[in-house]
């Protein structure tokens, strides 16, 4: 079975320009969540999302959105790009919703670069 | 606020060499995650502790759950070369979601064959 997929790996975008990065979950795995990992740091929370509805919302500016499909695929928006949102945009799917077995799996991530 | 904090932020040992890295807290959990990332990867889960005082082992990994609910320690014992990567403690409440996960920095674990 595929595990959880991410695309593009690498982007190089320029200030000011917009972004989106896409995430397709394990099959069956309903939950899908967006992490931001900043070199030398753990990865931090920005969005879930479980039947299609946002469950979660880190601490990050309005520039962020996410949205999650009928499939439960996700695609993660960055508008306004600042040489700060540079990062690696991490992915991952879980069975449940809550409770604490319900196991994170991460996709490779999608490295972005700012210019 | 919550503070979250892991050390050693990173550590060069010797292939054989134990290793022990701990993660503290100001507030109390109910459950503590271990997660190991390696280059080019997302984290994937390690172990899994759900019980204050809780001890479990993976293999040669052990972790525990410290009894005051504010700490967890993971301990590696005989490394190997592929034990290389960074290890993070991630914890949370019970019946929080492990889709929103507050990470440590992490420990940096490099070892020399």
């Known amino acids: 079975d595929a595990g959880v997929t991410q695309s593009p790996t690498h982007l190089i975008k320029t200030r000011g320009q917009q972004v989106t990065l896409r995430c397709s979950p394990i099959s069956g795995h309903k939950s899908v969540s967006w992490y931001q990992q900043v070199l030398g740091q753990g990865p931090q929370f920005i969005f879930q999302?479980?039947?299609?509805?946002?469950?979660g919302r880190g601490n990050f500016p309005d520039r962020f959105s996410a949205r999650q499909f009928p499939n439960y695929s996700s695609e993660l928006n960055v508008n306004a790009l600042l040489l700060g949102d540079s990062a690696l945009y991490l992915c991952?799917?879980?069975?449940?919703?809550?409770?604490?077995?319900?196991?994170?799996?991460f996709g490779e991530g999608s490295r972005l670069t700012v210019l | 606020g919550q503070q979250l904090n892991q050390s050693p932020q990173s550590m060069f040992i010797q292939e054989g060499e134990d290793v022990s890295m701990n993660c503290t807290s100001s507030?109390?959990?109910?459950?503590w995650l271990w997660y190991k990332q390696e280059p080019g990867e997302g984290p994937v889960l390690l172990i899994a502790l759900y019980k204050a005082g809780e001890l479990t082992s993976n293999g040669r990994l052990t972790a525990q759950f410290g009894i005051t609910r504010k700490d967890s320690f993971l301990n590696i014992s005989a490394s190997i070369p592929s034990d290389v990567g960074i290890y993070f403690c991630?914890?949370?409440?019970?019946?929080?979601?492990?889709?929103?996960?507050?990470f440590g920095k992490g420990t940096k674990l490099s070892v020399k064959p």
């Open positions: 991630a914890p949370l409440n019970y019946g929080g979601s492990q889709g929103n996960l507050i």
């Open positions: 991952a799917s879980s069975s449940r919703l809550a409770g604490g077995t319900g196991e994170l799996f």
């Open positions: 999302y479980y039947e299609k509805e946002e469950r």
């Open positions: 507030s109390i959990f109910n459950t």
